[in-house]
C-alpha cells in the first residue's frame, strides 16, 4: 500500500473573479432574465399639485448626479431573489458594479446605499460590512414593495440582464442610462407603442431630466447600437415647410419589446413549472 499519495494533489486555488465575471456569475444564478422595475420609477402617473413636471426618481437621481446611487439600486432590484437570506459583502457590491480593472472603493457603495435608504428606497439591517437590504417602492413614497403579477397590469417595466452581463451598467454615462430606462418603460407594452417620439425640450416636462441630458442619451444609445431611429415627415400646416419631422426610436437586439416579451413569458413559464412541482 502506497502511504505517500497526497490527497491534495490537483487541488489548487482558481483564479479571482473578475468584475464581469463576478456579474455572469451572479447573474446566471439570479436565473429571471431581467430586472423588474415599477414604472412610476421614471415617470409620474400625473402632475404633482402645483408642480410642472412628472419626473420621478430616476429624474432626481440624473439631476443630482447619483450615477453610482442608480446604479446599486437596479442592482439590488436584479439580484432580488437571490439576495433573501445570503446578503452580499459590500466588497461583493462593489466589484459587481465596476469594470475590470477599476474596483470601486467599499466607502463608494457604502456612501450608495446610504443615499438609497435617505430617499426610502431601501432599508438597511444587518452588520455594516454586508448590509441586509430590504426594497421599498421605487416612487420614493417608503411604502413596502408590491406584489407584481402579471394580471394586475402593465406597471413595471423589465431591463434584461444583459445590461449587467454584456458590461452596458459600466459602459454608459448617466445620461444615457436615463434614456434607455426611460424608452424600456415606454415600449414595455407589445400591444402598445413599438417606438418613443419624445423631443427633447420636452424631457424636463415629462421625466425630470434636462434637455441636453435627453440629447447626450440618445445620441450615445444610438453610437452603442442600443436603439434605432427612424425620421418621419408629418403634414403640418404650421410649419414654414408645410411638414415638420418626428424622430421614432426604438430599442434593439436583447432590448427590444419582443425579446423582453420573451424573457417575460420564460419566466412565468418557469414559475408555473416550479409551482406545478412543488
Given amino acids: 500500500m502506497d502511504y505517500d499519495i497526497d490527497p491534495f494533489a490537483g487541488i489548487e486555488d482558481e483564479a479571482e473573479l473578475s468584475p464581469s465575471e463576478t456579474r455572469k456569475t451572479l447573474f446566471v444564478k439570479a436565473k429571471l432574465g431581467y430586472a423588474r422595475i415599477e414604472k412610476v420609477f421614471v415617470q409620474l402617473d400625473d402632475y404633482p399639485q402645483g408642480g410642472d413636471s412628472r419626473g420621478s426618481v430616476l429624474g432626481h437621481l440624473v439631476t443630482a448626479k447619483k450615477a453610482r446611487a442608480l446604479d446599486l439600486l437596479l442592482t439590488v432590484h436584479a439580484l432580488a431573489n437571490i439576495l433573501d437570506g445570503s446578503p452580499l459583502p459590500l466588497v461583493t457590491w462593489a466589484k459587481l458594479l465596476s469594470p475590470d480593472g477599476q474596483e470601486w472603493k467599499v466607502r463608494t457603495i457604502s456612501t450608495a446605499f446610504r443615499e438609497l435608504q435617505e430617499m426610502d428606497l431601501l432599508e438597511l439591517s444587518g452588520s455594516k460590512q454586508q448590509p441586509v437590504v430590504l426594497l421599498k ?3 420614493g413614497s417608503g411604502e413596502p414593495m408590491p406584489e407584481l403579477k402579471s394580471e394586475n397590469g402593465r406597471g413595471f417595466f423589465t431591463v434584461p440582464f444583459d445590461y449587467w452581463t454584456d458590461g452596458a451598467i459600466t ?23 413599438l417606438t418613443f417620439t419624445m423631443p427633447v425640450a420636452r424631457a424636463k416636462n415629462w421625466y425630470g431630466i434636462s434637455e441636453r441630458s ?20 408629418v403634414s403640418d ?31 412565468e413559464a418557469a414559475a408555473d413549472a416550479a409551482s406545478k412541482g412543488s
Fill in 137 to 139: 417602492r421605487e416612487d
Fill in 171 to 193: 459602459k454608459l454615462s448617466l445620461p444615457a442610462k436615463a434614456m434607455l430606462l426611460i424608452i424600456l418603460k415606454e415600449t414595455q407594452d407589445p400591444k402598445g407603442k
Fill in 214 to 233: 435627453a440629447e447626450r442619451g440618445y445620441l450615445e444609445l444610438v453610437k452603442e447600437g442600443l436603439i434605432s431611429q427612424k425620421i418621419q415627415k
Fill in 237 to 267: 400646416p404650421q410649419h414654414p415647410a408645410g411638414r415638420r419631422e418626428i424622430v421614432h426610436r426604438a430599442p434593439v437586439g436583447v432590448y427590444s419589446t419582443a425579446h423582453r416579451e420573451r424573457l417575460r413569458h420564460l419566466a
